[in-house]
């Protein structure tokens, strides 16, 4: 029996790697920019059609593919930050804006990957997809386990990149207040462009890998992007933190009300976990008191 | 030639119509200024404005002849122009040490850095006593004193203060306004806005009144409180004609 809890625990964790990766990088952008991302899972969709196309054009391994998803992505936030968002910026609605904004792109990418590759649902089969490891009673499927992996070692990389290089000090120091590092000398425009950026390769990282986990279609995006926002808020919006360990949380959690209730409600868990959390603690767990 | 000139500036936030309407001022380098005037004088959009935070609607604004209008506050910053906000606007995830160093934002010699750190140090005893503590957690006295160490990191020319004392204990107020006092003698041109005018007239040289969004008058520190307009201003007319009986 504990060795059934282990694995569901396990597997729980292998998604939730997964997850955290996704949900730092929608409250990294909330964090610096205020900006709440609709469009991040429809981003998170473009890479993993690239990564598709790549894998049946070129039989790419999708994790190779990264190295093609994250800086097209990155290049993608840093062009749509510098030509959508400086205009909105003097707007005393800036954040309502922005949530139009977003969800029109949302919008028009779920539009344009239905043109371009239809409705149908597709996943990308490499060797690993199917197999699985074990190691003693524990059952690792071998694509869930690369993809958390990965997922883990992204999420190390940008905790030293904001940790230790004065870039990364410069947009947590934006995220934690804005006018501040205005004052200081930050170019906030320009960090912000880089942290959309920075949050949008995340996404290009996490299209690639979700394409050999999930089959995914043009408005499978709606799906991710209500459980990121249900992620970050529980972890606090704009707690890279927070997200990164409400995701694991909420990732356990549903695997075992998988387990133990059935798959049907699994989903629920989710938006139950936050309402209850929303109840007792408003700003999240590692959330300061929202000031917008 | 003056510091810094500011000319006709009209300024004002969004769409929202002009608080500053047409303000000339004339900073000298080395002397030390407190504006005053009744709310919504237009004293903090003036400071806002120089700083690069507002771009100003008409008008000009020069430093050392320099056309600066439209600058950023980064290239303000650059050109040695400091702000120090209302509100202790530090950092306050970040460690008292962190906040300074992001004060060094634009400093890339490490060196260099690392003796503006002791010469804050040296200035401010407290901040080298909570160095490794988050800022968010010091007292608001100690939070106005990271911000002004802060602003001393990048030793700037002209460093603009807008109310310091607010919300501090009239004695920690006092410390403060000590500290300002000291800043000229490293050099640095002060302009302070002060809402409690007394205590900031006391601190600085010259006193710059202004109200309805431009200057009424100026005049030498200790003078301005002893003019009549300054109490016209503060109490209004009202007040003026019933003493006239």
């Known amino acids: 029996m504990m060795e059934h809890w282990l694995q569901i625990l396990v597997l729980g964790l292998l998604l939730g790697g997964v997850y955290a990766m996704m949900a730092s990088g929608l409250t990294l952008l909330f964090g610096v920019m205020r900006v709440v991302n609709l469009a991040h899972a429809a981003f998170i969709l473009i890479a993993a059609y690239i990564t598709y196309a790549l894998f049946e054009n070129l039989t790419l391994d999708p994790m190779i593919s990264l190295v093609v998803t994250m800086p097209l992505m990155f290049g993608l936030g840093v062009g749509l930050y510098l030509l959508l968002f400086p205009r909105l910026e003097e707007s005393p609605r800036y954040v309502e804006m922005t949530v139009l904004l977003t969800f029109g792109l949302a919008l028009i990418v779920e539009g344009l990957l239905t043109f371009t590759f239809t409705g149908i649902f597709r996943s990308v089969r490499p060797d690993y997809a199917a197999t699985s490891l074990t190691i003693g009673d524990i059952f690792l499927p071998t694509s869930q386990l690369y993809a958390s992996l990965i997922s883990f070692a992204l999420l190390i990389l940008l905790w030293v990149v904001l940790r230790f290089t004065k870039t990364g000090t410069a947009i947590r120091a934006t995220m934690q207040n804005r006018a501040a590092a205005q004052i200081v000398g930050v170019n906030v425009r320009w960090i912000s462009a880089l942290a959309f950026g920075l949050g949008m390769s995340l996404a290009g990282a996490a299209g690639s890998l979700l394409s050999f986990m999930f089959p995914f279609f043009p408005a499978r995006h709606w799906q991710w992007i209500a459980l990121l926002l249900a992620l970050i808020v529980l972890g606090g919006m704009g707690s890279i933190k927070g997200a990164v360990i409400g995701a694991l949380l909420l990732a356990v959690a549903s695997a075992f009300v998988t387990d133990l209730v059935g798959p049907t409600w699994s989903p629920i868990t989710f938006y139950l976990t936050l309402f209850v959390i929303l109840l007792v603690r408003p700003q999240g767990l590692f959330g300061a008191k929202v000031r917008l | ?245």
């Open chain 2, 1 to 245: 030639m003056a510091l810094l000139e500011v000319e006709d500036v009209v300024a004002g936030y969004g769409a929202g119509p002009d608080i500053l309407t047409g303000v000339t001022v004339s900073i000298e380098e080395g002397t030390s200024y407190c504006i005053v005037g009744p709310n919504g004088a237009g004293k903090s959009t003036l400071l806002r404005a120089i700083a690069g935070f507002l771009k100003p609607r008409a008008g000009q604004i020069t430093l050392d002849g320099v056309v600066m209008n439209g600058s950023r506050p980064d290239q303000m910053l650059a050109a040695g122009v400091c702000f120090v906000p209302q509100d202790a606007s530090l950092f306050p995830m970040m460690t008292v040490r962190e906040n300074l160093t992001m004060g060094g934002y634009l400093i890339d010699d490490r060196a260099l850095l690392r003796q503006r750190m002791d010469m804050v140090y040296e200035t401010f005893p407290i901040l080298a006593e909570r160095r490794a503590q988050a800022a968010g957690t010091l007292s608001g006295g100690e939070q106005q004193m990271v911000t002004l160490g802060r602003a001393l990191m990048v030793e700037p020319r002209l460093v603009m203060i807008d109310e310091p004392s607010l919300g501090l204990a009239p004695m920690i107020a006092d410390q403060i306004f000590e500290k300002i006092r000291g800043f000229r003698d490293l050099g640095i041109t002060v302009v302070l806005v002060e809402q409690n005018a007394v205590k900031g007239l006391e601190a600085v040289d010259w006193g710059i009144v202004l109200d309805l969004g431009s200057k009424e008058f100026e005049g030498p520190a200790e003078g301005i409180l002893a003019d009549p307009r300054i109490r016209e201003l503060y109490l209004g007319k009202a007040v003026a004609s019933k003493d006239k009986g």
